[in-house]
C-alpha cells in the first residue's frame, strides 16, 4: 500500500514558478516509476512527466518540454515538480501516481494516487 500526498500548489502570474512536492508513504515508493497528471476544467486527466525508480529516465509531455522537471529523493520518499514559465493553460489539478506496471505514460497503468493539488496561473 502506498499514500501519496502533494503539495505546493497554488496562485500564481504568468511567467512564474511553483514547485510541487509528492510525499509517499510505503516501502514501493523508491522501486516505482512515478508520474504528474493534471487535470484542466472541462478536460481530460493528462499526463505531465514520468520518471523511474532510479531517476535516470524521464518523460514530459510536448506541452511541458523546457519548462518543467521532474526529479525525486528517494531517501526521503518524495518526488517533485519544478514548474517555470507558467501559462495560463498550465492552470489545473495536479496529481502524483505510482504506477503498478514499471515504467508507463499511460494514467491507467497508475494503481496509487495522491489528492491532487490546485495550480492556478493568471494572465
Known amino acids: 500500500q502506498v499514500q501519496l500526498v502533494e503539495s505546493g500548489g497554488g496562485l500564481v502570474q504568468a511567467g512564474g514558478s511553483l514547485r510541487l512536492s509528492c510525499a509517499a508513504s510505503?516501502?514501493?515508493?523508491?522501486?516505482?516509476?512515478m508520474g504528474w497528471f493534471r487535470r484542466a476544467p472541462g478536460k481530460e486527466r493528462d499526463v505531465v512527466a514520468v520518471i523511474d525508480w532510479s531517476g535516470v529516465s524521464t518523460y514530459y509531455a510536448d506541452s511541458v518540454k523546457g519548462r518543467f522537471t521532474i526529479s525525486r529523493d528517494n531517501a526521503k520518499n518524495t518526488a517533485y515538480l519544478q514548474m517555470n514559465s507558467l501559462k495560463p493553460e498550465d492552470t489545473a489539478v495536479y496529481y502524483c501516481?505510482?504506477?503498478?506496471?514499471?515504467?508507463?505514460?499511460?494514467?491507467?497503468?497508475?494503481?496509487?494516487w495522491g489528492p491532487g493539488t490546485q495550480v492556478t496561473v493568471s494572465s
Open positions: 510505503g516501502r514501493r515508493f523508491s522501486r516505482s516509476t
Open positions: 501516481a505510482t504506477s503498478g506496471s514499471g515504467w508507463s505514460i499511460r494514467s491507467e497503468t497508475y494503481n496509487y
